[in-house]
Structure formats: C-alpha cells, structure tokens
C-alpha cells in the first residue's frame, strides 16, 4: 500500500483535506473509500456533487473544481498511528501546496486535522477567523469517518454551510 496520490488543480474552489488515507483507501488507491465514511454521501446531500460519487471516481471533483488531499500521506488503520513528526512534516508541506493552489476554500475533515494544521486548540467546525495562508477561507468539518458519533444531520448542515459558503464566493 503506497500513497494516494493527491488530486489538485489550479483555482480550486474547494480543496479537502483529511488525516491521511486508511487501509481501505491505501487497497484501492482511491479517498474516503472506507465502508463507514460518509464522506460522498455528504457531498451529494449537501449538494456539493450532483449525485454521489463512489470513491473510484475520486478524480471527477476536478472537474467540479474540488481537490483532495490530506496532512500526512502514509496509510495507516487510525489516525492515532500518525507521529508528531508526520504532522509536523505534513503541516508544512500542505501550507506550501495551499499556497501553491490557493484553493478558495480549504475545508478540514476533522477538527484535529485543523488543529495540527493550524496549531491551534480549542476549534470549532465552521469558517476560522484567522486563515494561516490569507486569501484562503478555513473551514472545518466533522471527520466523515464512521467512528465519529455525531449525527448525520449535525454534519450534513455543516456540509450545506461549506456549499452555501462556496456558492456565495462564485456568485460575489
């Protein structure tokens, strides 16, 4: 099991970031492949795709002008597994490629993903008042993954807030 390759483009809208792949994802090479992630079903109720997408398809969010990408590459079975030093390397090296894309959006799937990213405590989902690369909007999600227990109506509306957040940009 390698690396997931990231999927980026220039001018991104949206581009997501999650911990790092799982092993369901390191097998078949694709994000969010896991049994219990909810992330496409997310995307799709929410709007932000036009119908759910399978994780195979995950190099079809270009076209919508989405990208994936997440802070520490190495598969792993939790996000527990990941050391100081992977997020310490991952850290940087997303600040250089978000500086590099300027996605409009970077939306964080997971609060702990944004705090190792930000170095922040203390977050809470939603638009962050100060981004740490100006000119790109931080927005934190739930983690879509199965072993988070909040309710799929809590992160659903979150997911609708990130859509109507997007939309206003494009529209503005």
């Known amino acids: 099991m390698g690396e997931l390759p990231d999927i980026l483009i220039k001018n991104m809208k949206i581009l997501f970031v999650g911990f790092n792949p799982g092993l369901r994802s390191g097998e078949i090479g ?65 600040k250089a490629l978000i500086n590099l894309y300027k996605p409009r959006i970077a939306a964080f799937n997971g609060i702990g993903v944004y705090s190792q990213y930000a170095k922040r405590r203390n977050v809470v989902a939603g638009v962050q008042e100060n981004p740490v690369i100006p000119g790109v909007i931080d927005f934190v999600l739930p983690s879509p993954s199965g072993l988070v227990r909040m309710p799929y109506s809590e992160m659903l509306d979150l997911y609708k807030k990130l859509k109507a957040l997007s939309d206003s940009l494009l529209s503005a």
């Open 30 to 94: 694709h994000h969010y492949a896991g049994h219990s992630n909810r992330f496409w079903k997310l995307l799709a109720d929410a709007q932000l795709t036009p119908r759910r997408y399978r994780p195979e398809e995950d190099s079809e969010l270009a076209r919508l002008g989405y990208g994936l990408t997440n802070i520490v590459a190495r598969v792993t079975k939790t996000a527990a597994e990941i050391s100081p030093e992977e997020y310490e390397a991952g850290r940087h090296r997303l």
